[in-house]
């Protein structure tokens, strides 16, 4: 995950959608597609985190119309979506990946593309944070940090709207299980017709690539090989060390002031 938000281009047109699960290479897909189809890419894990808090508090708005129950949902999730991705080549990860439908309506052109690898080692990378990660804990830590503090608020709407809609099931955890990979590649050879949907591994490189993007194979230039996990590690560390930081300072500060305080009032 890159440390800045791609900015959209006002000639460029969504020709790629990017179907993969998070996990799967969407970082090195989409620096590929950008690189290859010559635009900005939408990837949703470096634009939510490193976006102004209005960019997320859209997005949150958005996916409360899912499930769509009724026409002016179905507007209101269209016109929103389209208005979050207009001007991107490509899109890819969350939370693109789960309106690969509306984005089919929206651009009727572009090919859906879902990266893929081993399922069972997808879920060994993401079962620990499934299994053993504490939203509330982490919520509370990131309260002062614009932007993060509403990740909570993201991922519960998320829950609550199209992913749950999609891959959770009565009696079971309402949370990502490894069923969730063949419900996504089901719910995906559903939706899309045979024609426009393609699966690709990021380790076989630029061939296959760009053979579905019919473009030519760049001479020289080394695919991109960014690792989702490692980067999004990382960008989490230090997002709770600043938290911590800014708790310890509100912590100093009310402190300083409550002795004040006191201090003031034994004076008077």
Known sequence: MGQTASQPAADRSLQVIGAGLSRTG???????CSYLLDGPCYHGGTQMLNSPESHIKRWIDIIKHTPVKSEADRKALNEGVKEMLDGYVACTDLPSNAFVEELMEIYPDAKVICTVRDPEKWWASLAPIVEKGNLTVLSWILAPLPTLRMFRTYHDALDEGRVGELYFREGEPQRPTRAMWDRHVEH?????????LFFYDVRDGWEPLCAIL???????????????????????????M??????????????????????YGKLI
Do not use: Y
């Open 26 to 32: 969407t970082t090195s897909f989409g620096a590929a």
């Open 188 to 196: 995906l050879k559903k939706i899309v017709p045979k024609e426009k």
């Open 214 to 240: 019919g473009v030519p194979v760049p001479k020289g230039v080394p695919f991109p090989k960014l690792n989702d996990a490692q980067a999004m590690e990382s960008f989490m560390k230090a997002s709770m």
């Open 242 to 263: 600043k938290g911590l930081m800014a708790w310890a300072g509100i912590f100093m500060t009310v402190g300083v002031a409550g002795f004040s305080a006191a201090k």
